[in-house]
């Protein structure tokens, strides 16, 4: 068994050209440090089964950055290498093929991005490049898939170059500059109405209000498509299913089992919020009113992700994030994190420095709500008016903003400007977005579901031993006094820890006013991350930074709760 | 004249003289194909001393503005 190691630059498909080879799926984006871990996966070559591995993009092997170790390490155990270039990027991406090749491993060259260098006027001859370099070179569009099976087919023919010395930086040039000469011609093309486009959505005078256009597009897009799924599609599902479930409540009759399984009965009916049953809220949370905002968030991501914008936002908001200790590619774990906290906190670590990493992840478990509390939000604070849910948000906002500034000043560390390529606006590729959004989903519902149906059991339990009468009276003092709220949101709280949808719908039988419901779900979202996050965070940041976080957090949810009280409700 | 690629009007190309910094700097500016000779772009800059967003070899990329102003370019007017 060979280890086949995929190197290349950064954004030029190699995580795109390894699903192909493997089958496997793994989450690839038009924008660079997508893969900041390595990714493993098997091919069979005739009868030999080989290790494959999707290393972290890299400039050179000599690394300047976490990700690029990563690189470096995997380029020493490999056997083979498979060398992914950008074919309308050929000059500087040969740098690393170079050094590649002065190692003396067997090398074979994919030249991805095919397609792309017919309308961008490149033309390269492979023959000639194949000869330059005396390895295989094949084009390939992986994203279409084109060019797959020759380079599979030709692996075989994987070889180190014989007569490429170990050279300097500037010799390495001096011989990329000759290839380059030989082997490919660019014709001058007339600026294209994308080129303009890409242009004046980076210029800070039309790239402005073009993102705020793009935003608000895209927020009114995500909330179409879930309120469209929710009316046409999973609403009819559950008025099918209630009758069902009313048949297992009267067969169950009153006693434990029934209040864990269906919950409580409201004016004789199942309310699916309120119950508090496994086959009742345990389901219709997570189905009903979680997941199709999660499917429209995805989606929507998706196309956002690979159409190239993202990195165009970074530009754009890079000034205010800087001046919060991170720069513009904060824009990208912050993204994330809108979706699930965890993936953004993940992402955190394309950042540079432990300042900008724990910068990044405290702002996103602290002021970033992820969608599933979104969507409860929407679905409960909705019915009340639309202003009362854009308070929340311009709430989290400034929290976001002033925490950064707090955090920027006092952390230690340094926080270096941005240095991101802007790749070139794709279509996105239907098939890819629905792969990416499905990958995603499957992912929610795998971690949803436990924690959602172990939130439901947690709390019955603790309703039935009185632990929550005995906690509420104990947190009365913050919750009642402090922030203005009803004891019994203690356990909502509590709860958030679990699941923070299921948290915002045990705030709904409270009785509380419109402006209460705010204080709540917002503090919801600051007080503390869900457990996942919380993990995902000890994990990333260590025990130290943790505590301090968590404190921070603390800090956070004890002012904007009393600030919120006070401007409110007025007392 | 010599100027650094952050006084250069939106919009306009130079080539660069040279890369003032350390070597971390120069590999990190190398990495992204920005290199003595080569002719460069000023595609645009943002205000409050935000990111400046240049184009080399056709490839548009964004650098923060102290990083720019160590890349001094020759501009022929």
């Known amino acids: ?571 | 004249m010599e100027k650094p690629i952050t006084s250069l009007e939106t919009g306009k190309t130079a080539v660069i003289l040279r890369l003032e910094g350390g070597f971390l700097f120069r590999k990190k500016m190398g990495d992204l194909g920005i290199r003595e000779r080569k002719t460069i772009r000023l595609v645009a800059i943002h205000p409050f001393h935000g990111p400046v967003v240049v184009e080399v070899d056709g490839r548009e990329m964004t650098l923060g503005r102290r990083m720019a102003q160590h890349i001094i370019t020759w501009d022929p007017e």
Request: glycine share 8%; proline share 5%; with cysteine.
């Open chain 1, 1 to 571: 068994m060979k280890k086949i190691v995929l190197m290349g630059n950064p954004n030029v498909g190699k995580s795109v050209v390894f699903s192909r080879l493997t089958g496997a799926n793994v989450i690839a984006s038009n924008y660079p440090g997508t893969t900041v871990d390595f990714s493993k996966g098997r091919m069979c070559l005739g009868k030999e089964r080989h290790e494959i591995i999707d290393a972290p993009g890299t400039y050179s092997l000599e690394p300047s950055n976490k990700a690029e170790e990563v690189a470096l390490e995997m380029f020493r155990q490999a056997d083979l290498i498979i060398n992914v270039v950008d074919a309308t990027n050929l000059e500087r991406n040969l740098y690393l093929t170079l050094q590649i090749l002065e190692r003396k491993k067997p090398v074979i060259l994919a030249l991805n991005m095919w397609d792309e260098t017919r309308h961008t006027g490149i033309t390269i001859d492979v023959k000639k490049l194949e000869y330059k370099i005396q390895i295989p070179v094949v084009p390939t569009v992986a994203l279409s898939g084109e060019g797959i099976h020759d380079l599979i087919r030709r692996i075989d023919e994987a070889r180190s170059a014989e007569t490429i010395e170990p050279m300097n930086e500037n010799e390495r040039w001096i011989k990329i500059g000759e290839i380059i000469r030989n082997v490919q011609q660019v014709t001058h093309r007339h600026h294209t109405l994308w080129d303009w486009i890409s242009e004046a959505s980076i210029r800070p005078l039309t790239g402005l209000p073009l993102a705020l256009i793009v935003i608000f597009a895209a927020l009114w897009l995500v909330s179409f498509i879930g309120e469209t799924l929710i009316t046409y599609v999973f609403d009819p599902l559950f008025s099918l299913y209630t009758p069902i479930a009313m048949s297992i409540s009267t067969w169950l009759g009153p006693g434990f089992l029934h209040d864990l399984l269906i919950g409580k009965l409201i004016d004789g009916q199942i309310d699916y919020i309120q119950s508090m049953g496994l086959l009742t809220t345990g389901i219709f949370v997570p189905f009903a009113m979680v997941l199709p905002y999660i499917i429209a968030f995805y989606s929507v991501l998706a196309v956002f992700e690979d159409s190239g914008y993202l990195p165009r936002l970074a530009t754009l908001t890079d000034t205010l994030f800087h001046r919060i200790g991170m720069h513009g590619f904060g824009i990208i774990p912050v993204f994330l994190g809108l979706g699930c906290n965890v993936p953004g906190v993940l992402a955190a670590r394309s950042l540079e420095t432990k300042k900008q990493r724990f910068i990044a992840a405290t702002l996103i478990a602290i002021s970033v709500p992820c969608m599933a509390k979104n969507a409860m939000v929407f679905g409960i604070l909705g019915p009340y008016g639309f202003n009362y849910i854009v308070l929340v948000f311009a709430t989290l906002f400034i929290v976001f903003v002033s925490s950064g500034l707090i955090l920027n000043r006092f952390i230690q560390g340094d926080s270096p400007e941005i240095c991101l390529e802007i790749p070139p606006y794709r279509k996105p590729d239907t098939l890819t977005v629905l792969k990416k959004t499905w990958m995603r989903i499957r992912w929610f519902l795998q971690e949803a579901i436990p924690f959602l149906f172990l939130g439901v059991l947690l709390i019955n339990v603790l309703y039935a031993i009185g632990f929550v009468e005995w906690l509420g009276s104990i947190f009365a003092p913050v919750i009642q006094g402090w922030f203005g709220l009803p004891k019994e949101a203690t356990t909502a709280l509590l709860i958030g820890f679990l699941r923070k949808d299921l948290a915002v719908g045990m705030l709904l039988p409270l009785g509380m006013s419109p402006l209460q419901l705010v204080i709540a779900t917002t503090l919801l979202t600051i007080y503390f991350p869900c457990v996942g996050t919380f993990a995902v965070m000890f994990k990333e940041l260590g025990i130290r930074d943790m505590i301090k976080a968590t404190a921070f957090m603390a800090g956070t949810a004890l002012v904007v709760g009393g600030g919120m009280r006070l401007i409110l409700l007025g007392i």
